[in-house]
């Protein structure tokens, strides 16, 4: 009989979540039936979005985790393929077709095509749901164009990095805003233009003013608050914003959100267009952005990095690490 563990929220999180917010149990899981399968998993994924299910007491934590079938009665899903599944927080999982899908991103799961050259962990990140956000985000929402500003923050996270490394494949000017000294340097090793250290510079408005002079085309926003009020005041004539996280404000109750100053009169006479997106609105689209991702992996004009945490039991520390920015890179929980 196989045993699972899997993590459930003891209590709501308030502010910044607490590793004695989360219980680890462990359960049997009974055998398979005609069209089940098995999964173990390998890798998972932990991701900002997780914050707004932290609510949810009881229930298994969502995400999603690269699995290795280890036992099948479904000849779709043969012993030894590795799939993705949105499976939550949990060691093993028997998948069928009532088997809750734990992603509010309702993505099927799959047999993965296995990576010659990379990591299988690269399904979580570069080639994945963090791959195809920043891919889809930076191409189709902000559709930069040769020569122009772009400026990204929380850039040497899991989406960010990887915007402004499309970005300069793009033929961008490229400014990431991010939080460390160790940061910043890696930006550089990957050809941003401008690195700034939101919590080293004194007067991020004059910094950026002398870094973008004509002004910012594009800003590609993950975290939201002053800083991007701040960003947003040195957009050049009809620059484009996209909004994709704002992580600033994750921890914070929403009916008690952080004030920022106001943008409407910025935009206003600036002109400019601002559009969210959820990566969701591309499903359709995924395995193109996950093609386009490899190829640039393949031919050196992307790379990645992983801040890897080991063990399972290692999952709550490793969330909260993201709002402490403690990861550089992809998070990933190796089993
Ligand atoms: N729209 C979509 O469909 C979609 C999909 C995926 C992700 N996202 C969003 O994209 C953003 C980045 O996600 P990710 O997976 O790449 O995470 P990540 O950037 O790898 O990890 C979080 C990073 O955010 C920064 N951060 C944490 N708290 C902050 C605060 N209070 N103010 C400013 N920065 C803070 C930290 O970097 P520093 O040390 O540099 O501050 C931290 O390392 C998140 O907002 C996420 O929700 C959106």
Not at 38 to 58: E, H, N, Q, W
Not at 146 to 166: D, F, L, N, P
Not at 239 to 248: D, K, M, N, P, T
Request: with cysteine; glycine share 10%.
């Amino acid at each position: 009989m196989v045993k699972t563990l899997r993590y459930v929220l003891k209590k709501p999180s308030v502010g910044m979540p607490r590793e004695e917010d989360f219980q680890l149990l462990e359960e049997n899981l009974p055998q398979i039936e005609l069209g089940e399968f098995l999964c173990k998993a390998i890798y998972l994924s932990v991701d900002p979005y997780m914050r707004f299910f932290t609510s949810c007491v009881g229930s298994t934590i969502v995400g999603t985790q690269v699995a290795k079938v280890i036992e099948s009665l479904n000849d779709q899903f043969p012993v030894g393929c590795h799939v993705i599944g949105d499976f939550g927080w949990r060691t093993y999982t028997i998948v069928n077709s009532l088997t809750e899908n734990l992603s509010p991103f309702c993505r099927p799961t799959y047999v993965l095509d296995e990576l010659p050259n990379h990591p299988l962990s690269l399904y979580l990140g570069s080639l994945g749901l963090t791959g195809n956000t920043a891919y889809f985000g930076l191409t189709e929402i902000c559709q930069p164009k040769a020569g122009e500003t772009i400026v990204v923050t929380g850039a040497a996270g899991a989406v960010g990095s990887h915007v402004g490394q499309i970005a300069k494949i793009k033929g961008c000017r490229v400014i990431g805003i991010t939080g460390s000294k160790e940061k910043v340097d890696w930006l550089k090793t990957l050809g941003f233009d401008h690195v700034l250290n939101y919590n080293e510079t004194n007067n991020l408005n004059a910094a950026l003013a002398e870094a973008a002079p004509y002004g910012i085309d594009c800003y590609f926003d993950n975290v939201g608050g002053e800083i991007s009020s701040i960003i947003m005041k040195n957009m050049a004539q009809y620059g484009r914003v996209v909004v994709c996280g704002s992580i600033s404000s994750y921890n914070t109750d929403s009916t008690n959100l952080p004030k920022a100053t106001l943008v409407q009169p910025l935009m206003l006479y600036k002109e400019l267009k601002l559009e969210a997106f959820l990566v969701s609105r591309f499903n359709d689209r995924w395995i193109e952005g996950i093609r386009q991702n490899l190829q640039w992996l393949d031919n050196g004009q992307l790379q990645f990095r992983e801040t890897i945490y080991n063990g399972f039991e290692s999952m709550p520390n490793a969330f909260i690490g993201l709002f402490k920015g403690e990861n550089i890179g992809k998070t990933i929980i190796q089993i």
